[in-house]
């Protein structure tokens, strides 16, 4: 079955970028919705957005001015980047797979990276 | 913005009993919900989508209903293996979830 990994820094200074990869493992990227989710003890779990193996993407209003989420279907990987970074932005950061119908329906997720936002 | 809400925020039941969960939605999501279940250090895992609809492999004693804007996830017999927190989440506009909800073995 389909396999996540993310991966990137544990650690982030303040109002530098966070950037995080979710390679993809048995399945193709092709055809599929790739999320990227959060969770904090303030905040729960959090939506960040998606893209779509076609470069589409969809950005929760809250993060729309500091994400960016690509795709590299060749390498099987899709990215996460979130700039000007605070404390509030530390969390454990998750990659998933959503339905190909398009709903934000998450069938399968990798096991998560925590990231610290600290100077 | 679409909120859910859950409750209750933690529950301890025995082994066997019946236990459920609610979700209300502050708007219509038509049956646009999901329920997820987390272990400690786990990602979480689909439960259950488009309201009712169980996940492949899910055992049965897990169960969604709606009315409404009221959503409910139901554990037909309380298992040791449930001892998890419960997540829903609206995926009518975007995706939000609820607060979570901690179930306990008594």
């Known amino acids: 079955q389909v396999q996540l990994q993310e991966s990137g820094p544990g650690l982030v200074k303040p109002s530098e970028t966070l950037s995080l990869t979710c390679s993809v493992s048995?399945?193709?990227?092709?055809?599929?919705?790739w999320s990227w989710i959060r969770q904090s003890a303030g905040k729960g779990l959090e939506w960040i957005g998606r893209i779509h193996s076609s470069g589409a993407t969809h950005y929760i209003p809250s993060f729309k001015s500091r994400v960016t989420v690509s795709i590299d279907t060749s390498k099987n990987q899709f990215s996460l980047q979130l700039t000007s970074v605070t404390a509030a932005d530390t969390a454990v950061y998750y990659c998933?797979?959503?339905?190909?119908?398009?709903?934000?329906?998450?069938?399968?997720w990798g096991q998560g990276t925590l990231v610290t936002v600290s100077s | 913005d679409i909120e859910v809400t859950q409750s209750p925020s933690t529950l301890s039941a025995s082994v066997g009993d019946r236990v459920t969960i609610t979700c209300r939605a502050s708007q219509s999501i038509n049956s646009w919900l999901a329920w997820y279940q987390q272990k400690p250090g786990q990602a979480p895992k689909l439960l259950i989508y488009e309201a009712s609809r169980l996940q492949s492999g899910v055992p049965s004693r897990f169960s969604g209903s709606r009315s409404g804007t009221e959503f409910t996830l139901t554990i037909t017999s309380l298992q040791p293996d449930d001892t998890a927190t419960y997540y829903c989440?609206?995926?009518?506009?975007?995706?939000?979830f609820g607060q979570g909800t901690k179930v306990e073995i008594k």
């Open positions: 989440k609206q995926y009518m506009i975007y995706a939000t």
């Open positions: 048995n399945d193709s990227i092709n055809d599929y919705y």
């Open positions: 998933a797979r959503g339905f190909r119908n398009g709903a934000t329906i998450l069938d399968f």
